[in-house]
Nanobody, 129 residues
Framework: QVKLAESGGGSVQAGGSLRLSCKAVNYDSYSTNYCVGWWRQASGKEREGVAGLHNDIEASVAESVKGRFTISIDKAKNTVYLQMNALEPEDTAMYYC?????????????????????WGQGTQVTVSS
């Protein structure tokens, strides 16, 4: 089981930036269909995929954050990042780091809840207008 630890959340005004980090432990670097990335859940809403990486290379981001959010990975540190710029109040949510070892591609990671994913505890992002 992969253990995921998020950090970097906080409160920011609209237009500001935050960078989330996710440290992965027991990460299977030999998996051939591995995805890692970010989902979020706003109060009273369903969870949604935000950004994902497939096999550390192929990336996808949700349409709602395209052009503002970027996902990246530092393989030496087993850490995934989510750089969030031009934040909007609608981005307010709990952000979760998620991994999936049965992941076809990064688009699948965003659109499907998967079968047996590992989730971090989450980090809160609050954007005020």
């Amino acid at each position: 089981q992969v253990k995921l630890a998020e950090s970097g959340g906080g409160s920011v005004q609209a237009g500001g930036s935050l960078r989330l980090s996710c440290k992965a432990v027991n990460y299977d670097s030999y998996s051939t269909n591995y995805c890692v990335g970010w989902w979020r859940q706003a109060s009273g809403k369903e969870r949604e995929g935000v950004a994902g990486l497939h096999n550390d290379i192929e990336a996808s981001v949700a349409e709602s954050v395209k052009g503002r959010f970027t996902i990246s990975i530092d393989k030496a540190k087993n850490t995934v990042y989510l750089q969030m710029n031009a934040l909007e109040p609608e981005d307010t949510a709990m952000y979760y780091c998620v991994s999936d070892v049965l992941c076809h591609n990064s688009d699948y990671f965003l659109r499907s809840k998967g079968v047996n994913r590992d989730w971090g505890q989450g980090t809160q992002v609050t954007v005020s207008s």
